[in-house]
Structure formats: C-alpha cells, structure tokens
C-alpha cells in the first residue's frame, strides 16, 4: 500500500497561505528582488515567478511533518527563482524550510546541514573572490550564509536549548521519583519499626495482665487474687511507661516530659525479674560490656519477646536466658520447655518471631527459633547472633 504524506499542522497551513498569499501580493503590484536585464535572469517575466512560490508554499506544509522532504523539494525551488527576477517571499520561505529542517528533523540532519551550509557560505564568498578579483564577490558568500547558514545555525540553537530543557525536565522529574520512593521506603521503614516497638512491649505486658487476670477469675482464692493484681499491676505501670516513650517519639514535641531512655543491656535483669514475678523460673547468665545502642535495644527485646512467648506458650519449667559475647557478636539465646498446647494462655498477633527476624535481619546477623531435643527433653530455643558493629546506615532496629 502506498503511503501518503503526513497531515500538515494547522501552524504550517498557516505559514504556507501567508507565504503564498504574500508573494502573490508582491507578484500582482510587479516588485520582483532582481531586474529583467541581468545576465543570470534566463527567465524573464512576471509569469515564471510563479512556480517556485507555489512549490515553495507547497514545501510549507511538510515543514514540521516531513521537514527533510520539504527541504529537498524547496531547494530546487529556490535554484528556479534564482534564474527569474526572483520574489522575496519565495526567499523568506526558503529560509524558514532551512530552519525547520534543522529544528525538527533528525538529529544527524541537524548537525549535519549547519556545516554544509557553512561550507557552501565559505565556497560563496572565496570562490567568486578568486574568479573576478573583485571585493563585491563577496556580497554572494553573505547572501547565500543569510539565505542557508543563518536560519540553520538559528535552528541548531533553538534546538540544543529545547534539548537542555527537555533533559533538566527530565532529570527534575527522575530526582522528584527518587524523593518520593525514597519518602515511600522512609515511611515503610519506619512504621515496621514502630510496628515492632509497639508489638514488644506491649505483648508482654498485656499477656502478663491477660494470663493473671484470668487466674483471678477462674480461682476463687483471696490470696491468689491479690497476687494477680498486684502483677497486674505492676505490668500496667510499666506498659504504659513504654507507650509513653513510644508516644513521646511520635509526636516529638520535645515538651515538658522527657520520653523515657530506649532499654538497653542493664535492662535485662529487671525483665528477668519481671518475668519471675509472672510466674516464669528464669535464669539469667549475661556477660557486662559495652556494645553499640542499635544492638543493645535489639538484644532487649528479642528477650523480651522471648520471655512473652514463654509465658503465653511454653510448658513448665525452667528458662535459660544468656547473653554472650562472641567472635566479635552478641549472643542471645532463650531456652525453655517445649509447650505442646492446643491453644496460648493468652491472645497474639503472630508476629514476634516476624519482629525479632527482623531486627537482627537489620544489624546483618542470624537468627533461629524453633524446638530442639536436650537432655532435660523437648526445649524451644530462640538463638540470635547480632554482629557488634553499626547498623545498616539508614536502618534502625
């Protein structure tokens, strides 16, 4: 099937009725650009001036659609009207189709049409120099840069601006991308982390409440009930001293009450004791030394969460918990007895293994849980190597 020429812009049809009603208008009062008495005028007459102004408005329509074909048929057009007395628009036409080509076709039409029209403004002015020994020879070069290496030169401008805008639009919008995908993983990262600083210490808390509220209620025993209030107590108190920190870092107000400290090491042996008051049998083994605050808060809560899923899961019996410094990590280890029940003692989302994979996922170490025979028999071990070193940057635990 053949394939027509493009559909002209509305802009162009524009230009090409300008242009031709322009030389028309020249053409009809008799002003022509040359007299009928020069030698190079083969074609004298009004009549002849016509063709190269009709090809040329022509021309005028593919200037942005097909703008290399427009040129290549407009310059024949414009060898014609030299050889007339020649019309002035037919010129200004010319010109704009040199232009356009260089703005709107390829981009190795675009350069390459600026040096050969500088080489034949050059060749215009030396060439006719060298033949007639004459200073007004040079009138043709400047005629023939006006006509062919100005308006391509102006193009090539015009062109390499728009290219700059179009490349700094571009990298504005790939800069605007990356600020907001950046934004979008701040975001995500910092609400998997409150999401795990919120889910470690309130598990624990509120299971000690839920496990001693219901043994209030199912034994009728006044000592027993006073027991169980006062570690439902004790865990209320210091739940809320933990939604208190994490509220005081959301809202970062920086008022009047200072959020408590983040936990660290030396926090251990009060969880401990938190976890014995709760009913666990807890022993405690933890080697003193400093280690990075990213690693310390983590060491904290994996024992925390552990001591939580001991209480809500584990059957009776003792509970190792150590922490040990090895090979240049901290070791953390939570051993307790397998429990093989059909349901917990109290309530769980299901995430604090998820949570403790994580945070040690965060410092680039390794972690395991899950159940192990022993010689006391079936345990649940919970093992975590956190390297002792800065954390991923821009990543906290």
Same mark, same amino acid.
């Given at each position: 099937?053949?394939?027509?020429?493009?559909?002209?812009?509305?802009?162009?049809?524009?230009?090409?009725?300008?242009?031709?009603?322009?030389?028309?208008?020249?053409?009809?009062?008799?002003?022509?650009?040359?007299?009928?008495?020069?030698?190079?005028?083969?074609?004298?007459?009004?009549?002849?001036?016509?063709?190269?102004?009709?090809?040329?408005?022509?021309?005028?329509?593919?200037?942005?659609?097909?703008?290399?074909?427009?040129?290549?048929?407009?310059?024949?057009?414009?060898?014609?009207?030299?050889?007339?007395?020649?019309?002035?628009?037919?010129?200004?036409?010319?010109?704009?189709?040199?232009?356009?080509?260089?703005?709107?076709?390829?981009?190795?039409?675009?350069?390459?049409?600026?040096?050969?029209?500088?080489?034949?403004?050059?060749?215009?002015?030396?060439?006719?120099?060298?033949?007639?020994?004459?200073?007004?020879?040079?009138?043709?070069?400047?005629?023939?840069?006006?006509?062919?290496?100005?308006?391509?030169?102006?193009?090539?401008?015009?062109?390499?601006?728009?290219?700059?805008?179009?490349?700094?639009?571009?990298?504005?919008?790939?800069?605007?991308?990356?600020?907001?995908?950046?934004?979008?993983?701040?975001?995500?990262?910092?609400?998997?982390?409150?999401?795990?600083?919120?889910?470690?210490?309130?598990?624990?808390?509120?299971?000690?409440?839920?496990?001693?509220?219901?043994?209030?209620?199912?034994?009728?025993?006044?000592?027993?009930?006073? /027991?169980?209030?006062?570690?439902?107590?004790?865990? !209320?108190? $210091? &739940? #809320?001293?933990? @939604? %208190?920190?994490?509220?005081?870092? *959301?809202?970062?107000?920086?008022?009047?009450?200072?959020?408590?400290?983040?936990?660290?090491?030396?926090?251990?042996?009060?969880?401990?004791?938190?976890?014995?008051?709760?009913?666990?049998?807890?022993?405690?083994?933890?080697?003193?030394?400093?280690?990075?605050?990213?690693?310390?808060?983590?060491?904290?809560?994996?024992?925390?969460?552990?001591?939580?899923?001991?209480?809500?899961?584990?059957?009776?019996?003792?509970?190792?918990?150590?922490?040990?410094?090895?090979?240049?990590?901290?070791?953390?280890?939570?051993?307790?007895?397998?429990? /093989?029940?059909?349901?917990?003692?109290?309530?769980? !989302?299901? $995430? &604090? #293994?998820?949570? @403790? %994979?994580?945070?040690?996922?965060? *410092?680039?170490?390794?972690?395991?849980?899950?159940?192990?025979?022993?010689?006391?028999?079936?345990?649940?071990?919970?093992?975590?190597?956190?390297?002792?070193?800065?954390?991923?940057?821009?990543?906290?635990?």
């Amino acid at each position: 099937m053949a394939v027509g020429l493009p559909r002209p812009r509305r802009f162009d049809v524009h230009v090409a009725l300008g242009g031709l009603l322009g030389g028309l208008l020249l053409w009809g009062v008799g002003l022509a650009t040359r007299p009928h008495t020069e030698v190079y005028v083969l074609l004298p007459g009004r009549w002849p001036l016509l063709l190269p102004l009709v090809i040329m408005a022509g021309c005028e329509l593919l200037r942005r659609t097909a703008p290399r074909t427009a040129l290549l048929i407009g310059t024949p057009a414009i060898f014609l009207d030299l050889v007339t007395q020649g019309n002035l628009v037919t010129i200004l036409m010319y010109t704009d189709l040199m232009y356009a080509a260089v703005l709107y076709g390829p981009p190795a039409s675009a350069h390459r049409i600026p040096r050969i029209t500088g080489l034949l403004t050059v060749a215009g002015a030396v060439v006719p120099l060298a033949l007639w020994r004459e200073p007004e020879a040079l009138l043709i070069g400047v005629a023939t840069g006006l006509v062919t290496f100005g308006p391509a030169s102006t193009g090539l401008i015009v062109r390499n601006h728009r290219e700059a805008a179009e490349a700094a639009r571009l990298r504005a919008e790939q800069t605007a991308l990356l600020a907001e995908m950046d934004r979008t993983q701040a975001v995500t990262a910092e609400r998997a982390r409150m999401a795990r600083e919120l889910h470690d210490m309130v598990a624990n808390h509120l299971s000690a409440i839920a496990i001693h509220s219901t043994a209030a209620l199912s034994l009728d025993d006044p000592r027993t009930s006073q /027991d169980a209030l006062v570690v439902i107590r004790e865990n !209320s108190v $210091a &739940g #809320l001293a933990e @939604m %208190r920190r994490l509220i005081g870092i *959301l809202r970062d107000s920086g008022g009047d009450v200072e959020p408590a400290a983040a936990p660290t090491l030396d926090g251990i042996g009060p969880l401990v004791e938190n976890a014995r008051a709760n009913g666990l049998d807890v022993t405690l083994d933890a080697e003193q030394g400093e280690v990075p605050a990213p690693v310390e808060l983590a060491a904290y809560r994996i024992t925390q969460e552990s001591l939580t899923n001991v209480l809500k899961h584990a059957s009776p019996g003792r509970v190792t918990v150590s922490l040990a410094r090895r090979d240049g990590s901290l070791v953390v280890k939570v051993i307790s007895p397998y429990g /093989d029940r059909d349901a917990p003692r109290a309530p769980g !989302s299901g $995430a &604090g #293994l998820v949570g @403790m %994979r994580e945070r040690v996922a965060l *410092l680039g170490g390794t972690f395991t849980a899950g159940p192990e025979d022993s010689p006391e028999g079936k345990v649940w071990a919970v093992r975590a190597i956190l390297p002792v070193n800065d954390p991923v940057e821009g990543e906290t635990p």
